[in-house]
């Protein structure tokens, strides 16, 4: 798979889960917590980095290598190779001001990452126990064990680019809830739209096909679109399958 053109495309898609959604609303992305991303990495920065295993490291049985996509300072598309450092924090070099997702490049005997992998806004993770960050808030990213692959629920149009969102898809098990897409332009101080509130059933699928210009979310230049979820009792699992069609400039 293409995954640069999955997140730069003409038709880039954005997937994300949320494992343990309750009754306090949080973002749709594997740490469970409610952060405002515009808010927090609204600056280029590098990433920490660290794993719960020992075995994601260069010469490791687990995940060797992650490459991580997102954008630069300027909102252009930027991707980074980082080489893992199993449960000791590495930093890497590129500066993100957006991330979206990463992929496990190269893996030893266990052709997948052994641990928790945990990429962060660099100097936020605390301290560091066993790899797990204390302070989990600059979290952009967590690929779950023997995943390979992390979604951080974000997508942003790259600079000179328009989106319209043209299909939604949510599932979720065992709990009913509420789905939240977040819009927010590019402004001091990010101002952020509830564009939809999308309420599903426990155990279902429930899919949108937006159309044309009856989208009711088109996402300019530099604006950034994520969703966060709330549901009727703890113990929610949300997925979330979204794809956005570019519009010609």
Same mark, same amino acid.
């Given at each position: ?18 494992? @343990? ?7 749709? %992305? ?13 600056? @280029? =920065?590098?990433?920490?980095?660290? #794993? #719960? ?15 991580? =996509? ?12 980082? /080489? ?6 590495? /930093? ?14 190269? *893996? &030893?005997?266990?052709?997948?990452? *052994?641990?928790?992998? =945990?990429? %962060?806004? /660099? ?6 126990? *066993? &790899? ?12 779950? *064990? ?5 979604? #951080?629920?974000?997508? +942003? ?5 328009? %989106?319209?969102? #043209?299909?939604? +898809?949510?599932?979720?098990? $065992?709990?009913?809830? /509420? ?8 402004? +001091? ?30 996402? &300019?230049?530099?604006?950034?679109? %994520?969703? +966060?979820?709330?549901?009727?009792? $703890? ?15």
């Amino acid at each position: 798979m293409d995954f640069f053109n999955s997140f730069f495309g003409r038709n880039p898609t954005l997937r994300c889960r949320a494992p @343990a959604v309750g009754t306090s609303e949080l973002n749709v %992305y594997p740490v469970a917590q409610k952060i405002n991303w515009p808010a927090i990495f609204d600056a @280029a =920065y590098a990433l920490d980095f660290s #794993s #719960s295993s020992a075995s994601d490291a260069a010469a490791g049985t687990g995940a060797r290598t992650i490459e991580v =996509y997102g954008l630069d300072k300027d909102f252009n598309p930027v991707s980074e190779v980082i /080489t893992l450092n199993g449960q000791t924090k590495g /930093t890497g070099v590129v500066l993100f001001r957006r991330v979206f997702g990463a992929i496990v490049q190269t *893996a &030893g005997s266990g052709l997948a990452n *052994a641990g928790d992998i =945990y990429l %962060y806004k /660099t100097g936020t993770g605390g301290t560091i126990t *066993a &790899g797990v960050p204390g302070t989990l808030t600059g979290v952009a990213l967590k690929a779950l *064990a023997g995943d390979n692959l992390a979604f #951080s629920g974000l997508f +942003t149009a790259p600079a000179g680019k328009r %989106y319209i969102l #043209s299909d939604l +898809t949510v599932s979720a098990r $065992a709990q009913a809830g /509420t789905l939240f897409v977040k819009h927010a332009k590019p402004a +001091t101080g990010q101002i952020l739209f509830n564009e939809l509130k999308l309420e599903f059933g426990a155990g279902g699928l429930w899919d949108l096909t937006l159309n044309g210009d009856l989208t009711p979310l088109v996402v &300019g230049e530099k604006e950034d679109v %994520y969703f +966060t979820a709330l549901c009727t009792a $703890a113990s929610g699992i949300v997925n979330v399958f979204a794809k956005f069609a570019q519009i010609n400039n």
